[in-house]
């Protein structure tokens, strides 16, 4: 099957997300979840990227980002994911093994309103729902966790999306999310689908020249 067209437009926000090989553990002591931190803070320092929101988890990671420059956001998954497998290597002592990672990364177009404080709280909710943790900021691999107890060092990495977060935002990340929402979302992973309202989509949809196949089938363009 021919590969689904990729955006790397400056300005839009994306959510980006890869598996390991066979789903296997990764990331399980401190000294492996840092590999994936600091290779992100230095890739983030790079490209001038902005980095709205991430997780790191056992086998995958989720990122929301903001690339400044056109193919911005390709330059700087390339950079990370290398650089971050060769380190990954060189603790393992494995070297020379290949990649650590399934296959290319994952990204998709996020609308900018409420669909984007959406997919942040579906990413930063990822260990509670994991059952990795009770309470969302206690799994120290998260934007979450950098938000609210980070020194300042750790919160220059992260950069507020041009919306406004909610007031209580621990509690935001720490509700439930409904079987719709989630549902949604997962749908936009496994379709290669924007993620927004029916016209935001179908306008990207035609402003990037993606896959026909994006559109629901069945609906009317614009309804």
């Known amino acids: 099957m021919p590969r689904a067209e990729r955006v790397d437009v400056k300005d839009y926000y994306y959510h980006v997300l890869n598996r390991a090989n066979a789903r296997l ?3 399980e002591k401190p000294r492996e979840y840092g590999l ?9 320092e790079k490209y001038n990227m902005r980095v709205i929101a991430y997780c790191c988890m056992p086998n995958h990671f989720h990122l929301i980002l903001q690339p400044q420059e056109d193919g911005d956001l390709s330059k700087f998954m390339y950079w990370f994911s290398m650089t971050l497998t060769l380190r990954w290597h060189a603790l393992q002592r494995t070297t020379g093994s290949g990649h650590i990672f399934q296959g290319r990364y994952k990204s998709f177009l996020i609308q900018e309103d409420v669909h984007l404080l959406s997919v942040m ?4 909710r990822n260990p509670l729902r994991a059952h990795l943790v009770k309470y969302v900021e206690n799994w120290k691999y998260s934007s979450l966790y950098r938000r609210l107890k980070g020194t300042p060092k750790q919160k220059k990495i992260l950069t507020d999306p041009e ?17 719709d929402e989630i549902n ?24 990037f020249k993606l ?3 994006v559109r629901e089938r069945g609906r009317p363009k614009g309804k």
């Open 25 to 27: 553990t990764l990331f």
């Open 36 to 44: 994936f931190e600091s290779a992100l803070e230095e890739a983030r």
């Open 121 to 124: 709280r579906y990413v930063e």
């Open 163 to 179: 919306i406004i977060l909610p007031r209580d935002y621990r509690k935001f990340i720490q509700e439930p999310i409904s079987e």
């Open 184 to 207: 949604m979302i997962r749908n936009s992973i496994s379709k290669n689908t924007p993620y927004g309202n029916s016209l935001w989509k179908d306008r990207m949809v035609d402003r």
């Open 211 to 213: 896959q026909a196949t």
